[in-house]
């Protein structure tokens, strides 16, 4: 009696053993914590673009773990088990967009957790953690710069810009104006339409400035380049838009030339000008002088220069300039180049000395 008393004490002993540990295995709580590093920002350019430096919680409970790439829909993209697979994801791959990374901690049994499903449907004991976001964007075009041309003449009175507009589709984290001579050195960069339609381009002086509008990221070097030319990073410049301050005709070269009169034709060759974009005023033509200013003619091409004769002025020395100039110069009654009047801009004068 005592022996049977003692085996079934000792079956019931056994039996509430087992339920305990039942217990214990449906007492886990899976707990994936907190997942640490990022967020990332990559640019779709067709140059592969992985995440590094991620870190789960040393503290993270559940028998069976995982990574979860989604959408920002929650939709499943990828389930790298491990880290270094996760790593190994190309997310320019991917496309525009953006991409969560999360850590799973599950108990078995759980539903729903297959590429193509979506991680708000998932069913089980599971805990998913924070999410770290991953930003695709699209590689920055600063799209078309609309407005303008513009045409000033500097005369002491303030001139601005108005009705610059930019492409609605431009795409970039950063944007800036920048504003430019016409080598591409770098004058101004107005962050705003506002700040740009603020510049006073008559106090630039004579010349050429050129309007652009930027989108960039920040690995662009847009803060410490002089020149446009040398801009590096991912970025995109929109067209140029012209503003003339004139008038403005430019430094010539060529010359000087020295002739003999002796009865053989004498024509000058190879003018040229130092920056022939920078020629600005509505009209121009060229001008030739004697040394003491008086006017002997005004060609109005090069090619009409080049086609002087300079040996039938006899000996003596003529002096060859550009002008530009606007409608109310007086070159069509003037008799001597140091009485003109109005808005207008000369060059430099190259020297034809006849001997």
């Given at each position: ?107 078995n049994g759980l539903q729903g957790l297959e590429e193509g499903q979506n991680a708000n449907d998932l069913q089980g004991n599971f805990d998913l953690s924070n999410s770290i976001t991953v930003n695709r964007l699209g590689a920055p075009d600063a ?213």
């Amino acid at each position: 009696m005592i022996k049977k008393m003692f085996l079934a004490v000792l079956a019931l002993s056994l039996i509430t053993s087992c339920s305990n540990d039942d217990d214990a295995v449906q007492a886990i709580v899976p707990n994936a914590g907190t997942l640490s590093g990022g967020p990332f920002t990559f640019v779709v350019d067709g140059t592969p673009d992985f995440v590094s430096g991620i870190t789960t919680d040393p503290n993270a409970v559940g028998t069976n773990r995982t990574f979860v790439v989604t959408d920002d829909q929650g939709n499943i993209l990828g389930l790298p088990p491990t880290n270094e697979a996760l790593q190994g994801v190309n997310f320019d791959g991917a496309g525009v967009g953006t991409c969560l990374i999360w850590y799973l901690r599950y108990e078995n049994g759980l539903q729903g957790l297959e590429e193509g499903q979506n991680a708000n449907d998932l069913q089980g004991n599971f805990d998913l953690s924070n999410s770290i976001t991953v930003n695709r964007l699209g590689a920055p075009d600063a799209g078309t710069l609309s407005g303008g041309p513009f045409n000033f003449i500097v005369d002491g009175t303030a001139d601005m810009v108005s009705g610059i507009s930019t492409d609605p589709n431009a795409v970039g984290t950063n944007r800036t104006f920048v504003i430019t001579d016409i080598n591409l050195n770098i004058l101004g960069t107005p962050g705003t339409l506002e700040m740009l339609e603020g510049v006073d381009f008559d106090g630039a002086g004579r010349g050429v400035c050129l309007i652009w509008y930027l989108r960039y990221e920040d690995d662009t070097n847009i803060a410490t380049v002089t020149n446009a030319a040398d801009l590096t990073g991912s970025f995109d410049l929109s067209n140029s838009i012209r503003v003339e301050r004139g008038p403005n005709a430019d430094v010539l070269t060529g010359g000087p030339f020295n002739f003999t009169v002796d009865g053989t034709p004498d024509m000058v060759s190879g003018i040229g000008f130092e920056n022939p974009d920078n020629r600005v005023g509505t009209n121009a033509t060229w001008v030739i002088t004697d040394d003491a200013g008086m006017i002997l003619g005004t060609p109005p091409t090069l090619a009409a220069v080049e086609g002087v004769d300079f040996d039938a002025a006899g000996t003596g020395v003529c002096l060859i300039w550009y002008l530009r100039y606007e409608d109310d110069t007086n070159i069509s009654t003037v008799t001597n180049a140091n009485d003109l009047t109005g808005t207008f801009h000369l060059s430099n004068s190259i020297t034809v000395t006849r001997n």
